[in-house]
């Protein structure tokens, strides 16, 4: 199976201080492959790159835990991650159990996400994108491909200043790109992926379940049930001839 990763063409979005840090408190985070893995190991045009963006579509899945809880008491329960809970009927664990027929391409099952990017840019720009659901990982060729984009749109620019071999530096005794028409402090090849962020569609539909529980055998049975409102796992039936928006991802980048 190869992966499909879309041609993307970035755009400028208007979004507010305040937006943008309202999708940060309602986002999860998730590492990313790695640990931390440059964004230019993304490149298409190298034997590498183009190797990377086919293994992370193809394998990457949500996170065990929120890295930014990691110093608080207890673990995450990855069941409990929004992203896991959308995606868990795609996954190829998920269809070898609870489906057994073989007339239906669960690869083909795609969602719509929006992708944003930030830093160190002087805009933010979106992409909206479909892809398979069981290929989620390939959200991280598409970021690299769009921030190709707007490095080679600011490129332009200061090429026809007359910077010819490299963006101009902030001084002569520093390294610092100097603030361009669309990007500020940092060539690409400085940008690294830290954590991948994302926030669910506040409209997508919730249930409520029994909570899973593991007893001590020496624990007496709970009286009632525990119950937990989760969001709804896409369902193949239901979406097979729409395409859900499952929700925006965004990206922590180090430098």
Not at 19 to 42: M, N, Q, Y
Not at 113 to 128: K, S, V
Not at 139 to 147: P, T
Not at 163 to 177: F, G, I, L, T, Y
Request: net charge negative.
């Amino acid at each position: 199976m190869t992966s499909r990763i879309p041609v993307v063409t970035p755009e400028i979005v208007e979004i507010s201080q305040d937006e943008l840090r309202k999708l940060d408190s309602e986002s999860e985070c998730h590492t990313v492959p790695f640990g931390e893995i440059k964004v230019e190991a993304f490149d298409p045009n190298t034997e590498d790159g183009a190797i990377l963006r086919e293994a992370v579509a193809r394998f990457f899945g949500p996170d065990y835990a929120d890295p930014r809880l990691k110093f608080k008491d207890g673990p995450v329960d990855r069941d409990m991650t929004k992203l896991y809970q959308l995606l868990y009927n795609v996954f190829p664990d998920g269809l070898i159990r609870d489906y057994h027929s073989d007339d239906r391409n669960f690869s083909n099952l795609l969602v719509c996400l929006r992708i944003i990017i930030t830093y160190p840019l002087n805009e933010t720009w979106q992409a909206h994108v479909e892809i398979p659901a069981s290929q989620i990982g390939a959200v991280f060729a598409i970021v690299h491909d769009m921030y190709a984009h707007v490095y080679a749109l600011d490129n332009a620019e200061w090429q026809k200043q007359g910077h010819q071999d490299k963006a101009p530096r902030v001084s002569e005794k520093q390294m610092n790109r100097a603030r361009g028409t669309h990007v500020f402090g940092h060539d690409m090849s400085d940008l690294v992926f830290e954590y991948l962020a994302f926030t669910p569609d506040p409209k997508w539909p919730k249930v409520t379940k029994k909570k899973f529980r593991i007893l001590d055998i020496n624990e007496p049975e709970p009286e009632e049930d525990e119950l937990e409102e989760v969001l709804e796992p896409l369902d193949v039936e239901k979406h097979d001839a729409t395409v859900p928006f499952i929700g925006t991802f965004s990206f922590y980048i180090g430098s």
